[in-house]
Nanobody, 120 residues
């Protein structure tokens, strides 16, 4: 069984920074695309950024405040968030589109979510 465990959320003032981490645990041979999504109260979940297994990245917001990275040796994806705004307040979820385990593939895995609150 593969699980995703997120950490790094919390309360920060506007203009501050946070780093989110998401580690995949279990018997893992390879991981596909890893990503961060967020869901604000009353809104649908939306993509923040994704990073492929070749390192290719995509951001929903092109203004450069967030940086996604991954460490395949640790099966971990990170989200560096700078210049945070109150509108960034949301529950942040990590996602892996596919995981190759010794005897199976697993698709569309999600973490439990971590709360990010930005005060004005």
């Amino acid at each position: 069984q593969v699980q995703l465990v997120e950490s790094g959320g919390g309360l920060v003032q506007a203009g501050g920074s946070l780093i989110l981490s998401c580690a995949a645990s279990g018997s893992i041979l390879s991981i596909g695309t890893m990503g961060w999504y967020r869901q604000a109260p009353g809104k649908q979940r939306e993509v923040v950024a994704t990073i492929g297994n070749t390192g290719s990245v995509r951001y929903a917001d092109a203004k450069g405040r967030f940086t996604i990275s991954r460490d395949d040796a640790k099966n971990t994806v990170y989200l560096q968030m700078n210049s945070l705004k109150p509108e960034d307040t949301a529950v942040y979820y990590c996602n892996i589109d596919r995981v190759r385990a010794p005897s199976r593939f697993m698709l569309d895995l999600w973490g439990q979510g971590t709360q990010v609150t930005v005060s004005s």
